[in-house]
């Protein structure tokens, strides 16, 4: 196991991917499935074991925001709150805490790439740190018992979450997942022929989840059948993923996209990225995540990827270059 000592402290690092949502955003929240897949966007926590006291003390440098946030545990375990910057990690340190007695200070790093473009980022610290807390106490938690874990950290945080995004990070890949059955399922396909593009605006995902739940409200029967239709489609993405069938997997994307932008969630920015490459020749292309913009993907085979990329850029999105199907949580030396 990478555990070092330092004198009577140890360290762990441990690292854990972002994710690409492929299809299945906001009927998710809802007990419907979704697709998703990892992305090589690293973020790391590395947490170190201090003295043994009764008294143990939380620190936490967050290089991203490079602030540093140092409370009693017993603070930590009652606070309603914690400060934005370092949310989700003290908010898994707590969920920890809850369950397993902390006798030592705790200082926790976290550091990842400067811009993350909504790919899941506060999914991963969460994921990082509890997977990296896991090593340094000797807690012996399953892939499974860690996903509940930062699951559980993240609605803390953020109040509504389906979760896929803490599975994308904790078992990497690609996943057909379903909360509402039990089900992460790894799906064996490979690098996908995907171009990711991103939109120039950021968004706050709970404020569109809120958006859709109110529109919800006024229209019950309608907004859930078009989360049932999502289901279907996203059903019939998992069997064409999984043949490689990219023309198919093009066309139920649009589609879902459609269901998207009746979901009220698309923007002006993200429509003209997802238009033009359509007109560059993709089998299809779509928003990703929340909406209100961060990140689209297209989807094309090899020859045209090239061209798909140019009319992104053209039409005002930044290429985003990540590998999908990334690795899961994982120990660093
Ligand atoms: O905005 P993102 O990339 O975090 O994705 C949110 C996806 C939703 O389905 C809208 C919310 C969720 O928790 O699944």
């Not at 004198?7 to 998703?36: I, N």
């Not at 409370?71 to 949310?87: G, I, K, S």
């Not at 997977?131 to 109040?159: C, H, K």
């Amino acid at each position: 196991m990478q555990v070092t000592e330092t004198g009577s402290s140890m360290r762990v690092t441990a690292s854990a991917p972002g994710k690409l949502m492929l299809f299945g955003e906001h009927a998710v929240v809802y007990g419907r499935p979704c697709l998703v897949t990892a992305v090589d966007l690293r973020i790391f926590a590395v947490t170190e074991n201090g003295s043994r006291t009764d008294t143990p003390y939380v620190t936490v440098h967050a290089s991203v925001a490079d602030t540093v946030i140092r409370m009693p545990l017993t603070d930590v375990l009652t606070a309603e709150t914690y400060p934005r910057e370092a949310a989700f990690v003290l908010a898994a340190v707590r969920r920890i805490a809850e369950r397993f007695r902390l006798e030592r200070d705790l200082t926790l790093r976290t550091h990842g790439p400067q811009r993350s473009f909504g790919l899941g980022s506060s999914s991963a610290v969460t994921v990082a740190v509890v997977g990296s807390l896991n090593a340094l106490l000797g807690l012996d938690l399953s892939p499974r018992e860690i996903f509940q874990t930062a699951y559980a950290a993240v609605l803390d945080v953020q109040g509504k979450a389906s979760g896929f995004d803490v599975a994308a990070a904790v078992y990497g890949g690609t996943l057909y997942y379903d909360l509402s059955r039990e089900i992460i399922e790894p799906l064996a396909v490979p690098e996908l022929p995907v171009v990711i593009g991103f939109s120039g605006e950021k968004v706050s995902t709970v404020n569109l989840v809120g958006a859709v739940a109110a529109l919800r409200d006024r229209h019950p029967e309608r907004i859930d059948t078009i989360f049932d239709l999502i289901a279907a489609l996203t059903q019939d993405a998992r069997d064409a993923l999984l043949r490689q069938d990219w023309a198919l997997l093009g066309e139920l994307s649009q589609m879902n996209q459609g269901l998207l932008d009746s979901l009220g969630v698309n923007t002006l920015s993200l429509a003209r990225l997802i238009f033009a490459a359509q007109a560059a020749g993709a089998c299809g292309a779509k928003l990703s995540g929340a909406g209100g913009g961060d990140c689209m993907f297209a989807i094309a085979d090899a020859p045209k990827l090239e061209a798909v990329r140019a009319a992104l850029r053209a039409a005002g999105g930044e290429i985003v270059t990540l590998a999908t199907n990334a690795p899961g949580l994982r120990l660093e030396p």
